[in-house]
T-cell receptor, first 115, second 111 residues
Framework: GAVVSQHPSWVICKSGTSVKIECRSLDFQATTMFWYRQFPKQSLMLMAT?????????EQGVEKDKFLINHASLTLSTLTVTSAHPEDSSFYICSAPQGTNEKLFFGSGTQLSVL | DAKTTQPTSMDCAEGRAANLPCNHS???????VYWYRQIHSQGPQYIIH???NNETNEMASLIITEDRKSSTLILPHATLRDTAVYYCIVRVATGGFKTIFGAGTRLFVKA
């Protein structure tokens, strides 16, 4: 199957700093990518849809100025958590659809811990 | 996208078939049924999808009722490594539509 690579796997940062998470489709092109966050023992919550060459579409309640998304190429989308605070600590997961029925392929996730 | 209903959790003995049900009574004619699973602390993994015919691949089988209002994911010989949360999702297959995850079913495979 298709491969989506996500880095870093985990990151610890101080409150107030910014963290960038990269999501790459390794063997296919993705004009659209999706970013999710997941709190412990909860389901995935869609944060935003990343669109290559245009602005991301954010879900209701997600601050676009705090979670900056850039989809500069057909294989790379980045999520930057700006001025991170402890409540931003979560598991962040990216995904990209591939194939005629747009099966989703997921990155391995990034565990963010903000101290 | 149509809403799905799944049991919160299920147990299965190792080596036996695991049958995971999903209700999607409001599914539209152009919506597919997708199944994903998430093993603890990993990104979800695609399992299988279908429109109205039963489907089988190397991981599982998908049985969709004739009225398409429900489906069952079958893992024919469950192993301990199949312990995960299984998500049933219905959505249109094309157009870049977003995928919304429900709570899923937490499957415990026991030795």
């Amino acid at each position: 199957g298709a491969v989506v690579s996500q880095h870093p796997s985990w990151v610890i940062c101080k409150s107030g700093t910014s963290v960038k998470i990269e999501c790459r489709s390794l063997d296919f092109q993705a004009t659209t990518m999706f970013w999710y966050r997941q709190f412990p023992k909860q389901s995935l919550m869609l944060m935003a849809t990343s669109n290559e060459g245009s602005k991301a579409t954010y879900e209701q309640g997600v601050e676009k100025d705090k979670f900056l998304i850039n989809h500069a190429s057909l294989t790379l989308s980045t999520l930057t958590v700006t001025s991170a605070h402890p409540e931003d600590s979560s598991f962040y997961i990216c995904s990209a659809p591939q194939g005629t029925n747009e099966k989703l392929f997921f990155g391995s996730g990034t565990q963010l811990s903000v101290l | 996208d149509a809403k799905t209903t799944q049991p919160t959790s299920m147990d299965c003995a190792e080596g036996r078939a695991a049958n995971l049900p999903c209700n999607h009574s409001t599914i539209s004619g152009n919506e597919y049924v997708y199944w994903y699973r998430q093993i603890h602390s990993q990104g979800p993994q695609y399992i299988i999808h279908g429109l109205k015919n039963n489907e089988t691949n190397e991981m599982a089988s998908l049985i969709i009722t004739e009225d398409r209002k429900s489906s069952t994911l079958i893992l024919p010989h469950a192993t301990l490594r199949d312990t995960a949360v299984y998500y049933c999702i219905v959505r249109v297959a094309t157009g870049g539509f977003k995928t919304i995850f429900g709570a899923g079913t937490r499957l415990f495979v026991k030795a």
